[in-house]
T-cell receptor
Framework: EPEVTQTPSHQVTQMGQEVILRCVPI?????FYWYRQILGQKVEFLVS????????KSEIFDDQFSVERPDGSNFTLKIRSTKLEDSAMYFC????????????FGPGTRLTVL | AQSVTQPDIHITVSEGASLELRCNYS??????LFWYVQSPGQGLQLLLK??????LVQGIKGFEAEFKRSQSSFNLRKPSVHWSDAAEYFC????????????FGKGTSLLVTP
């Protein structure tokens, strides 16, 4: 069964450093998402991406964040200058079409900012 | 924006006992509702979803959920719990104000005792 994959599974970085989290969505899917889950809190939407551009973003997704689909298979989330409060589990998801389609989630990347 | 509330943070049930996890939504029209499960170290897996039609929805792993508009609820049930069901369970609703983003509840952690 096709699945969403994410690398790395765990990333440790120093405050102020840039990190790139990578995702490979399911191959024929058209919609891509990033969510995050701070320890002990609920899963929060960051951004959705369709047709090579951001379709929606939350207030969390500020100028420090960016997303890219560089090569038609990978989907990346970049945090330009990490802060302590960026420490969280980051989930990538993809779906075949819009509102009623199932979003399939990857296993997540745990980001630890020291 | 549409939101969901999961009133129970932790639930403990004995193996073989029945299970009901609560989820309440806030939305005037018919919401798109989902239940996801997260096992340790795993991503979020869809158990079932409700868009319209039959209010009793069957999902994977023997789970079902019932949409009750009068109670604004979408509770997840299983008649006989197995030890492998121990996991974190998330209710979610599509937020029509933010594209197709999912709004998650805080989750309910299920512990299964022998």
């Amino acid at each position: 069964e096709p699945e969403v994959t994410q690398t790395p599974s765990h990333q440790v970085t120093q405050m102020g450093q840039e990190v790139i989290l990578r995702c490979v969505p399911i191959s024929n899917h058209l919609y891509f998402y990033w969510y995050r889950q701070i320890l002990g809190q609920k899963v929060e939407f960051l951004v959705s991406f369709y047709n090579n551009e951001i379709s929606e973003k939350s207030e969390i997704f500020d100028d420090q964040f960016s997303v890219e689909r560089p090569d038609g298979s990978n989907f990346t989330l970049k945090i330009r200058s990490t802060k302590l409060e960026d420490s969280a589990m980051y989930f990538c998801a993809s779906s075949g079409w819009g509102s009623t389609d199932t979003q399939y989630f990857g296993p997540g990347t745990r980001l630890t900012v020291l | 924006a549409q939101s969901v509330t999961q009133p129970d943070i932790h639930i403990t049930v004995s193996e073989g006992a029945s299970l009901e996890l609560r989820c309440n939504y806030s939305y005037g029209a018919t919401p798109y509702l989902f239940w996801y499960v997260q096992s340790p170290g795993q991503g979020l897996q869809l158990l079932l979803k409700y868009f319209s039609g039959d209010t009793l929805v069957q999902g994977i792993k023997g789970f079902e959920a019932e949409f009750k508009r009068s109670q604004s609820s979408f509770n997840l049930r299983k008649p006989s719990v197995h030890w492998s069901d121990a996991a974190e369970y998330f209710c979610a609703v599509v937020n029509s104000n933010s594209g197709y983003a999912l709004n998650f509840g805080k989750g309910t952690s299920l512990l299964v005792t022998p």
